[in-house]
């Protein structure tokens, strides 16, 4: 029978109705899924009682492919196919990322939606969103498997600072997965949620995060049960794994200093000594040294030992650089220190007790590390998510974000003439009037941009569209009014409208990162096809199992009652038998369908006799009152 | 007759009660719908109406409405485990058929 949970007061699903959401973390090292059941957010375990799902995705040699720890054991052996932080290449081009650091062999395709950075794996050129899309599904199937039934939908956290094409990256990847969006959530503010309902107390917080690939730090208010975020800041290129980079560099440099000759580690070693350095990074939180010890495929082997007080001083600039943009988001939001009521730590990093020390100096005060700093955000998204799917009452909780990035479009001269300004609440929609630049001029370039520099080559372009038609006049005499929307999920629409003459036209800024419509239709059409060959593969099992057990049946039926027929009767049945198995062995599901049905057909008969032979058996020498109808 | 929860089942209702921060029980229910005639309904309650019986079972209080008594009195609620999946069960001795799933049923 179905299990239940138990519903807010007058909020109780119908049966087969149950609105079931989830909240995703999407992380670039591990991500997680939580749901709310009898009010109570928790993680959703895999069968093995693991909470995280290391965002790892392989794809094998025999073409299946592997998320999670099975493709995390493999990182070292086939660091070419197995790919780590998928999320750090989230809607970037190869001019956004180092690629000397990575083992990858990258390709930039360019297409009519701008260039792409994708990755050359044996199963073929895969897009972040594609192998993001593989780390939703398994956590989809988890939940679905977890709470027995189809989702309507899920939260999905993205750093504060994921800009547009981030953001529409990670929306590709979860339509990819098939999971309906309920909503973007920025991860500090899914931190906050869960910190804010289980200790529900006025103040402003800072929400600092520290993950495996990016750092962000947040300052919300929490007041009445709302929570406003005030400002963000943060370092989309700075987490827990540049920490294992730098030990991972210390152990090179102590091995030149043993060895006169350098050279240079295959991306198998790399991989194998960066996973070293992240286990030593780890035992460092409650132990004084750790030891790192790994034979290279060159036969060397390399043995060190890193003090914790080595470890403290090799990452003290890491430390230190967080600490740049929380100043900076302090400034921002017009606060000091002592505005602060309390600092959450979030992100595995920040275990690491030399980042606790930092936080606690900087912000005179312990930070609050009651709720696992790996869960906080998944569990949060997951609140978020109920709320959103409609299983809470009235008391419904208010989201207020803020854009990461200020909005605006190129005028003349190359300059930006910003629209939005950075830490503006969403959703927002703000519009200003423009002119023309030269008499008579019918047309207007728009170019949308997102930054906060001065010259459009030092922003980001996000989009460009042209509004057409605009009445010859004379300079400066037309009014153009463009309006920029972003709405709740940070996503932005441009419009822009001649006043006088109502000429109009818009854009939803397809982030140039991102994947075109048509994409996106193929993948989920190589999906579909996939479907396809599963469902003929799961038929044929089928039938094969019908088959086998009508053979084994029929097999010993006639064992036991060969006598009821006659030696041609025998033959034929064992003819048909003979042909069904020929069937199972060639493998058509159709065809071994057909043969059970012969099969079937060819032992009417027989089936009717042995039935008749039991009854008078059972009968013989009795009497017809002895007999219990 | 009365309703009562297994251990396992009261256990978690507390918890669940006390994450949430308010609440005096648990309302056990049944509602006409569903694929086979009835639902069982399972909501926290704030607040009592007049007409309702409360029992109490391993110090949880657990309220029903007296239509739906009539359709669950002697139910034994429980908390079980299936595989990845977890949720209250109800032991209900009045049905006499359930649909596939078992949500909803028959008296």
């Known amino acids: 029978m179905a299990l239940l949970q138990i519903s807010e007061p007058g909020q109780s699903a119908a049966p087969h109705q149950h609105k079931l959401a989830v909240g995703i973390d999407l992380g670039t090292t591990n991500s997680l899924v939580a749901t709310v059941r009898s009010g109570l957010s928790s993680i959703l375990v895999d069968e093995d009682g693991h909470n995280l799902l290391p965002s790892v995705v392989r794809y094998m040699p025999d073409g299946g492919i592997e998320v999670g720890y099975s493709a995390q054991a493999a990182q070292s052996q086939d660091p070419t196919n197995t790919v780590v932080s998928a999320k750090r290449f989230m809607g970037r081009g190869l001019k956004d990322i180092d690629v000397s650091q990575q083992p990858y062999h990258f390709i930039e395709t360019k297409s009519a939606s701008g260039e792409m950075l994708q990755i050359e794996t044996r199963a073929g050129i895969k897009s972040p969103v594609e192998i993001s899309a593989e780390i939703l599904k398994t956590l989809k199937a988890r939940a679905e498997k977890s709470l027995g039934g189809e989702l309507v939908g899920a939260v999905i956290t993205v750093p504060a600072y994921f800009d547009d094409a981030q953001r529409q990256a990670t929306k590709d990847a979860a339509r990819l997965a098939g999971l309906n969006v309920l909503r973007l959530l920025n991860e500090p503010t899914a931190a906050a949620v869960a910190y804010g309902l289980d200790n529900a107390s006025e103040g402003i917080y800072v929400i600092y995060d520290l993950g495996g690939g990016t750092f962000d730090i947040s300052i919300l208010k929490l007041a009445k049960g709302v929570f406003e975020v005030l400002a963000t800041n943060g370092d989309s290129a700075l987490g827990g794994d540049d920490f294992d980079r730098r030990i991972f560099c210390w152990a090179l440099d102590q091995r030149l200093a043993e060895q006169s000759k350098c050279t240079p580690l295959n991306a198998q070693d790399t991989r194998l000594l960066l996973t070293k350095a992240r286990e030593a990074k780890e035992w460092l939180t409650d132990h004084a040294s750790a030891q790192i010890t790994s034979v290279l495929s060159t036969g060397e082997l390399l043995n060190v030992t890193l003090s914790t007080k080595q470890f403290n001083e090799l990452t003290q600039t890491l430390v230190t650089k967080t600490l740049a943009p929380t100043k900076k988001a302090l400034r921002d939001a017009g606060l000091t220190i002592e505005d602060i009521k309390g600092v959450v730590m979030v992100g595995g990093a920040t275990r690491m007790p030399q980042i606790r020390l930092s936080v606690a100096d900087f912000f005179k005060q312990t930070p609050l590390t009651n709720l696992d700093p790996d869960k906080v955000v998944a569990l949060g998204a997951a609140i978020q998510a109920n709320t959103l799917a409609g299983n809470k009452g009235d008391n419904e909780l208010l989201l207020l974000d803020v854009i990461p990035l200020s909005l605006g479009l190129e005028t003349m001269g190359g300059l930006v003439e910003k629209i939005i300004p950075r830490n503006s609440t969403l959703p927002i929609t703000r519009a200003q009037e423009f002119t023309t630049f030269k008499d008579g001029q019918t047309a207007m370039s728009i170019h949308v941009l997102q930054g906060e520099r001065e010259l459009v080559t030092d922003c980001r372009s996000l989009a460009r569209f042209e509004l057409r038609g605009i009445p010859p006049m004379v300079a400066g005499s037309a009014r153009i009014r463009v309006t920029f929307t972003v709405d709740a999920d940070g996503l932005l629409s441009v419009s822009a409208r001649e006043v006088a003459s109502n000429v109009e036209a818009n854009i939803v800024v397809k982030p140039s990162y991102g994947l075109s419509e048509e994409q996106i239709l193929n993948m989920l059409q190589s999906g579909f096809g996939a479907a396809e060959s599963d469902k003929q593969a799961r038929a044929l099992a089928e039938a094969k199992v019908d088959a086998e057990s009508l053979l084994a049946a029929i097999e010993i039926a006639l064992e036991k009652d060969s006598d009821l027929l006659n030696a041609q009767e025998i033959q034929a049945i064992r003819g048909k038998m003979d042909a069904l198995r020929a069937n199972i062995h060639a493998g058509a599901s159709h065809a071994i369908h057909e043969a059970t049905e012969a099969l079937n057909l060819a032992t009417e008969e027989f089936a009717a006799r042995r039935m008749d032979a039991s009854v008078s058996h059972a009968l013989a020498g009795k009497n017809l009152d002895e007999v219990n109808f | ?107």
């Open chain 2, 1 to 107: 007759m009365a309703i009562t929860l297994t251990q396992t089942a009261a256990d978690r209702v507390e918890k669940f009660l006390a994450n949430r921060g308010k609440g005096i029980g648990l309302r056990l229910g049944v509602k006409t719908t569903g694929c086979s005639g009835m639902a069982y309904t399972l909501e926290f309650v704030d607040d009592l109406n007049p007409e309702d019986t409360a029992f109490e079972s391993h110090g949880v209080k657990v309220i029903v409405d007296p239509k739906s008594l009539a359709y669950i009195d002697g139910t034994e609620l429980d908390f079980t485990k299936e595989g990845l999946n977890e949720g209250f069960k109800f032991n209900n001795p009045n049905v006499k058929d359930e649909c596939g799933c078992g949500e909803s049923f028959t008296v």
